[in-house]
């Protein structure tokens, strides 16, 4: 019968082939990722203004939402004759109609590529960064709208410095109260699972398995169509 804890020797060369399979696990990772954020940037490139017009409309429609919500409750508190003042109105994203043209330029090139790079569409099988990417989005389209370049420009820079939302997980430092190959052990179980995640995402399987990985471009432009016309009609009315 084995020993439970191996003589340090053994523990080496086992702990090297840990390392080796853990080394493999983490090169095949990134060679999937790189194709697979290849793609879907290749995607995204053409799908640019139907991607920030869903944002934009899904975040008026929650604003219109709860604007119904505070209207309604402020009814059943002063009774059923009371009548509200119509609310909610999109907010121009222009300061006024002096904005300079290249300060104007500026602000939407900034919003655009903030946007692009933070849209919760590129974390949607990614459940804990799913609703940060929704809380940044809706932050960028309130200062984009507020006119305010300085604040969008700090924004922006903030967003692209920090890289919160893109930033693998990083191996942490092993617990002083592990063994190496216990700790081997257990990143190669969490790389295991990245792994098998980055296989499962929907546009890697496509690049696998369509003879043509861009003709899925027509199946995206035919959802977001459908998706932006039942969006515009829910908030046509705001």
Do not use: C
Not at 18 to 32: G, R, Y
Not at 92 to 103: A, C, G, P, V, Y
Not at 151 to 166: D, G, M, P, Q, V
Not at 194 to 199: D, G, R, T, Y
Request: glycine share 2%; no cysteine.
């Amino acid at each position: 019968m084995s020993e439970k804890y191996p003589s340090k020797l053994n523990n080496t060369q086992a702990g090297a082939a840990l390392q080796a399979e853990l080394n493999s696990l983490i090169l095949e990772l990134d060679t999937i990722q790189l194709k697979t954020i290849s793609f879907e940037n290749t995607l995204r490139s053409h799908l640019e203004n139907a991607l920030i017009e869903e944002q934009e409309l899904t975040v008026l429609y929650k604003q219109q939402k709860a604007a119904k919500k505070k209207k309604r409750l402020h009814q059943k508190k002063r009774g059923k004759n009371y009548r509200e003042v119509e609310g909610l109105q999109t907010v121009s994203t222009q300061k006024n109609s002096r904005t300079d043209l290249r300060e104007h330029q500026e602000k939407k090139r900034l919003y655009r590529e903030a946007m692009l790079h933070v849209h919760p569409d590129k974390f949607s099988m990614q459940a804990d960064k799913l609703d940060l990417a929704t809380a940044i989005t809706t932050k960028l389209i309130d200062i984009y709208s507020s006119g305010d370049l300085e604040t969008l420009r700090a924004f922006h820079t903030h967003i692209f410095l920090s890289n919160t939302l893109l930033k693998q997980d990083v191996i942490q430092q092993k617990d002083n109260g592990l063994t190496e190959d216990i700790y081997l052990q257990l990143e190669i179980q969490k790389m295991k699972r990245l792994l098998q995640e980055a296989k499962n995402k929907h546009t890697y399987k496509v690049l696998l398995e369509y003879e043509n990985p861009m003709t899925f471009l027509e199946e995206l432009r035919g959802y977001y169509e459908d998706r932006l016309i039942k969006l515009r009609k829910r908030t046509r009315k705001g």
